[in-house]
Each structure stands twice: as C-alpha cells, then as structure tokens.
C-alpha cells in the first residue's frame, strides 16, 4: 500500500536529561539522539515500517543540514516530493529536551514559519495509486490542494490535528479521519464536546481526540465512545504522536475506525518506552489484552 505524508520535515537534537534546565542553568545530557522529524516526517518514517511505501510531501531544500535530512530519509527507503528543492536557506530545527523520571519533553522549533511552499506549481500526478493521505496542517495551501483532488478520487484523507492551524478550515471539509490532540482547538472551541461538535458540523464522519494516558474519546457511525490506553512507565513522549497517526494509517487500510486506534495506541505506547524517535522499531513487543502472551511486530502489523 501507498501512503502519501504532506507536512513538517526538521532535524530534531534530542537530549536525555535528568530533570529540565532553570533559567541560566547548564546541564550535561544523559544521552542524545538526532534524527528528521516533524508530524508528516515522522508519520510517514512509521508507516514505511510497516511494510508500506510512504512518500513525504516537504520542504526540505539544499542548504547542509538538508543533506542530514535526506540521508536518514534514504535510509528508510521514503520516498521525498521535495516543494523548494533549491531552497538554500537552512530547514526548521528543533531542540528537544526529555525529562528521564518523567518521559516528559520540552521542545522549541521554528516549525514551518519561514518555509511555506505555494501550491501553484504542485504536480498531482503523485496521487496516482496512493491508497491514503495524512495531512498535518504545516504546508497549509499546498495541503488543501491535496486534500481536495483527494476527495475528487475518493482517496481517503487523515488529518493530524496536533493544533489548530490557520487553513484548516478549508481542509476539513475534505476530511475522512480527524484524529486531533487536546490542544487542537478550532475558533471558538474550548473544550471537546465544542471540538467534536464543529468537526461533525463540517461533516466529518470518523473523529478522535487523544489526551496522553488519558482515554481516546472517538465519534463514528453517530457513536460517541472512548478507548482506554495502556499504562505504562514512558520513557520519551517525543513523538507518540505522529507515531500514532502512523500507525493509524496502516491499520485504517484493513481495520475499522475503532481498532485501529485501538492498534495505533498500542504502537504509540511501545514507541513511549524508548528514548528517541526510532529505536522503538526495533524493541515493539506488547501484552496482548487477555492474556500474558507477547506481540511480536509481526502480530501487530498484520
């Protein structure tokens, strides 16, 4: 299956620390990691895991730091729509510091402010044969180009709703899964209920909203229900996230909405346990529901 990931790319700096810095403080890391990231980036990285060919719609460019980029994003075997190729000022950054008792994590980014590509030279025959769209709402005009030649095929279309992005309005309507975080809050939205009420408004009909170790509330089939998720002890939260939206995107291909993120939840906790953004691929092994049997990635994939 084809899988077509529109969105952030940056290069994360990831630090593993005991507690975080206090203003003019100076620490010594545990541990560090670098790795591309962003929402899409990440998503896409997951997707391609699972045995799929995910293909990036970014703007990564040509300054150095893009060749860090592009030499992991090989190394995954992704496939790259580069939206500026010739783009030579430097790509977003991220520094990120993770909290080792709590698996908590500090991050400050430029995200996508400087690096906006305009849609008006977008080639849509990448859509050809992609069987599933993730949108993450940080290349917002060429997304909504995508999401609506998405819906003219019938390709369905997922957004991550990390948090509310100017734009979005226009790509909702397009939308078949809304899987939002409990920071995304639409205009005049506060809590979920308003969250859940303006997504169903514009008509979409499969809605989640995440919250951490907290329940995933869902609304599908006129159902509003909620999925509990795993306990666990996390060791990086950085992530979880696009992970999960992932994740999602494999299962949603042959599953029904309510498993699967009942499946993408239980690839977003094992990711939890592990420090950094990949290493969680090579360690996914989880307690199967009844019983004490473990899951290997072969039972979850499949």
Same mark, same amino acid.
């Not at 084809?2 to 810095?21: E, M, Q, R």
């Given at each position: 299956?084809?899988?077509?990931?529109?969105?952030?790319?940056?290069?994360?700096? @990831?630090?593993?620390?005991?507690?975080?810095?206090?203003?003019?403080?100076?620490?010594?890391?545990?541990?560090?990691?670098?790795?591309?990231?962003?929402?899409?980036?990440?998503?896409?990285?997951?997707?391609?895991?699972?045995?799929?060919?995910?293909?990036?719609?970014?703007?990564?460019?040509?300054?150095? @730091?893009?060749?860090?980029?592009?030499?992991?994003?090989?190394?995954?075997?992704?496939?790259?729509?580069?939206?500026?190729?010739?783009?030579?000022?430097?790509?977003?950054?991220?520094?990120?510091?993770?909290?080792?008792?709590?698996?908590?994590?500090?991050?400050?980014?430029?995200?996508?402010?400087?690096?906006?590509?305009?849609?008006?030279?977008?080639?849509?025959?990448?859509?050809?044969?992609?069987?599933?769209?993730?949108?993450?709402?940080?290349?917002?005009?060429?997304?909504?180009?995508?999401?609506?030649?998405?819906?003219?095929?019938?390709?369905?279309?997922?957004?991550?709703?990390?948090?509310?992005?100017?734009?979005?309005?226009?790509?909702?309507?397009?939308?078949?899964?809304?899987?939002?975080?409990?920071?995304?809050?639409?205009?005049?939205?506060?809590?979920?209920?308003?969250?859940?009420?303006?997504?169903?408004?514009?008509?979409?009909?499969?809605?989640?909203?995440?919250?951490?170790?907290?329940? @995933?509330?869902?609304?599908?089939?006129?159902?509003?229900?909620?999925?509990?998720?795993?306990?666990?002890?996390?060791?990086?939260?950085?992530?979880?996230?696009?992970?999960?939206?992932?994740?999602?995107?494999?299962?949603?291909?042959?599953?029904?909405?309510?498993?699967?993120?009942?499946?993408?939840?239980?690839?977003?906790?094992?990711?939890?346990?592990?420090?950094?953004?990949?290493?969680?691929?090579?360690?996914?092994?989880?307690?199967?529901?009844?019983?004490?049997?473990?899951?290997?990635?072969?039972?979850?994939?499949?």
């Amino acid at each position: 299956m084809n899988g077509l990931f529109v969105g952030l790319t940056t290069l994360d700096i @990831i630090y593993l620390a005991d507690h975080f810095p206090h203003s003019n403080e100076k620490i010594v890391a545990l541990d560090q990691t670098i790795a591309a990231g962003g929402p899409a980036t990440n998503a896409a990285i997951t997707f391609q895991h699972f045995g799929h060919q995910g293909t990036l719609l970014s703007m990564v460019g040509n300054h150095p @730091i893009s060749q860090l980029i592009c030499a992991e994003l090989e190394d995954c075997s992704l496939s790259v729509f580069d939206l500026s190729p010739y783009h030579s000022s430097p790509p977003p950054t991220s520094s990120i510091i993770v909290n080792k008792l709590t698996g908590e994590r500090a991050v400050i980014s430029i995200n996508a402010i400087k690096s906006q590509a305009k849609a008006d030279k977008l080639s849509l025959e990448m859509l050809q044969d992609i069987d599933i769209i993730l949108i993450d709402g940080h290349q917002m005009a060429v997304s909504q180009v995508i999401a609506q030649e998405a819906h003219f095929r019938g390709i369905p279309v997922v957004i991550d709703g990390g948090s509310w992005k100017p734009g979005f309005d226009q790509v909702l309507p397009y939308v078949d899964y809304a899987i939002c975080s409990a920071n995304f809050h639409p205009p005049n939205c506060y809590d979920n209920d308003d969250v859940f009420n303006y997504l169903k408004q514009v008509g979409i009909a499969n809605i989640a909203i995440t919250n951490g170790e907290n329940p @995933i509330k869902y609304w599908t089939h006129q159902e509003f229900d909620s999925i509990e998720v795993s306990q666990i002890k996390a060791v990086d939260t950085l992530g979880a996230g696009d992970v999960f939206h992932g994740a999602f995107c494999h299962f949603i291909l042959s599953h029904n909405f309510i498993d699967s993120l009942a499946k993408a939840s239980e690839v977003a906790a094992v990711a939890c346990q592990s420090f950094g953004t990949r290493q969680w691929m090579e360690n996914l092994t989880i307690s199967a529901p009844d019983n004490n049997q473990k899951l290997t990635k072969n039972d979850l994939f499949f």
